[in-house]
C-alpha cells in the first residue's frame, strides 16, 4: 500500500538527499501541492481544532501554555473521528 506524501515543492525539498530518499523509499507516493493552499492541508484543519480548544483561555505561563495545548492535541489523538474530519474537510481532490 503506498503512502502519499503530499510535496509543496519548496526549495528545501528539491535537493539532492530527498532524491535519494524517495529512490530509496518507493511506498512514497508524491503528490504535488501548492506552496500555500491551507484548504488543502488536514493539518490546519488539526490546528484550528487545538485553537478552538485554547480560545478564551488565559494561560498563567509557558508552561501552562504548553499543558494546555497538549491536551488540546491528545483529544485529536484519541478521536479517529476528528481527526478523519480533518482530512475530509481539505480540498484534497482523491478524496472525493
Sequence with gaps: ???ILLWD???IHRGAPVHHFLRAHPRLRVEPFP???PELNPAEFVWTQAK???ANSAPADLPDLQRRLRQATRRL???QDLLWACIAMS???WLR
Aim: aromatic content about 6%; hydrophobic content about 45%; proline content about 11%.
Design 1 to 3: 500500500m503506498p503512502v
Design 9 to 11: 515543492r519548496a526549495q
Design 35 to 37: 506552496g500555500y493552499a
Design 52 to 54: 478552538r480548544a485554547l
Design 77 to 79: 489523538v484519541r478521536s
Design 91 to 93: 480540498d484534497l481532490p
